[in-house]
C-alpha cells in the first residue's frame, strides 16, 4: 500500500474544525478510503492525560511549560498514532497539530516564534502535515459559539484571541501550498463542500 497522507485541522476555538473533521471522516467511510482520527493534545492514552492537565489545571502554569507539554503530547501522537498509520496508508486526520503552537504560543502569549519552530520540529522529527485547513472566524463569532463554559485557553481574552486568530493568518500566507483558509461563517454544508473540493484536489 501507498503512503497516507497526513491532514490537520486548525483555528479558534468554536471555529468548527472538529465538525467539518468528522464530516470528512464520514466521507472517507463512504469512499471507503481507510482513516484514522486524533486530536492534539490528546490523541490516545498518555496524551490524553497530557490534554486534561492543559485544558483544566487551575494553578499558574508559565507559558514555556504550557508550550512543552503542547510539544511532548505531540511528539507521542505523532509517533504513536501518526506516523504508524500513514506508514500503512491510512489517512490520518488530525484535531490541532503545529500551527496552533505558533498561534497559540507564538502569536497569542509571544514567544518567539523561530524557538517554536524549532521545537515543532524536534517535537516531529521534521514531519509536517500535507495538507492543513485553517477555519477562519472573527473572534466575536467564536467567543459566542464557545459560549459560557470555557477552558483555561478559551478564557485568555479577546486580544489575545485577537493576536491567534492573525497568527494563523499570517501562516497560511507563508505557505499557502499546505495551508487553506476557509471562511468558518459559512454554512457547514458549504465548508464541508469546500473542504471535498481541496481533498480530492490533493489526492488526484
Ligand atoms: P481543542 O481541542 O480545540 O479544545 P476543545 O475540544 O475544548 O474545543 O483545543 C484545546 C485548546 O488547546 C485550544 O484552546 C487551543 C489550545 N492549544 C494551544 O494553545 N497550543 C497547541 O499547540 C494546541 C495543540 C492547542
Given at each position: 500500500?501507498?503512503?497516507?497522507?497526513?491532514?490537520?485541522?486548525?483555528?479558534?476555538?468554536?471555529?468548527?474544525?472538529?465538525?467539518?473533521?468528522?464530516?470528512?471522516?464520514?466521507?472517507?467511510?463512504?469512499?471507503?478510503?481507510?482513516?484514522?482520527?486524533?486530536r492534539e493534545p490528546g490523541g490516545k492514552g498518555l496524551?490524553?492525560?497530557?490534554?486534561?492537565?492543559?485544558?483544566?489545571?487551575?494553578?499558574?502554569?508559565?507559558?514555556?511549560?504550557?508550550?512543552?507539554?503542547?510539544?511532548?503530547?505531540?511528539?507521542?501522537?505523532?509517533?504513536?498514532?501518526?506516523?504508524?498509520?500513514?506508514?500503512?496508508?491510512?489517512?490520518?486526520?488530525?484535531?490541532?497539530?503545529?500551527?496552533?503552537?505558533?498561534?497559540?504560543?507564538?502569536?497569542?502569549?509571544g514567544l518567539d516564534i523561530e524557538r517554536i519552530n524549532?521545537?515543532?520540529?524536534?517535537?516531529?522529527?521534521?514531519?509536517?502535515?500535507?495538507?492543513?485547513f485553517v477555519f477562519d472566524i472573527d473572534v466575536e463569532?467564536?467567543?459566542?459559539?464557545?459560549?459560557?463554559?470555557?477552558?483555561?485557553?478559551?478564557?485568555?481574552?479577546?486580544?489575545?484571541?485577537?493576536?491567534?486568530?492573525?497568527?494563523?493568518?499570517?501562516?497560511?500566507?507563508?505557505?499557502?501550498?499546505?495551508?487553506?483558509?476557509?471562511?468558518?461563517?459559512?454554512?457547514?454544508?458549504?465548508?464541508?463542500?469546500?473542504?471535498?473540493?481541496?481533498?480530492?484536489?490533493?489526492?488526484?
Amino acid at each position: 500500500m501507498g503512503k497516507g497522507l497526513f491532514i490537520t485541522f486548525e483555528g479558534a476555538d468554536g471555529c468548527g474544525k472538529t465538525t467539518q473533521m468528522n464530516l470528512l471522516a464520514e466521507y472517507l467511510k463512504k469512499e471507503n478510503i481507510p482513516f484514522i482520527l486524533t486530536r492534539e493534545p490528546g490523541g490516545k492514552g498518555l496524551g490524553e492525560k497530557v490534554r486534561e492537565i492543559l485544558l483544566n489545571y487551575e494553578g499558574p502554569v508559565s507559558d514555556r511549560c504550557e508550550s512543552f507539554l503542547f510539544l511532548a503530547d505531540r511528539a507521542q501522537n505523532i509517533d504513536i498514532i501518526v506516523n504508524p498509520a500513514v506508514e500503512k496508508g491510512k489517512i490520518v486526520l488530525c484535531d490541532r497539530h503545529i500551527d496552533s503552537t505558533v498561534a497559540y504560543q507564538g502569536y497569542g502569549r509571544g514567544l518567539d516564534i523561530e524557538r517554536i519552530n524549532m521545537l515543532n520540529d524536534i517535537a516531529t522529527n521534521g514531519k509536517k502535515p500535507d495538507l492543513t485547513f485553517v477555519f477562519d472566524i472573527d473572534v466575536e463569532t467564536s467567543m459566542k459559539r464557545v459560549g459560557t463554559e470555557k477552558d483555561r485557553l478559551e478564557s485568555a481574552g479577546i486580544e489575545f484571541h485577537n493576536r491567534v486568530r492573525n497568527g494563523y493568518l499570517e501562516l497560511a500566507k507563508q505557505e499557502p501550498k499546505r495551508i487553506k483558509v476557509l471562511d468558518a461563517t459559512k454554512s457547514i454544508e458549504e465548508i464541508h463542500k469546500q473542504v471535498i473540493e481541496i481533498f480530492t484536489s490533493l489526492i488526484s
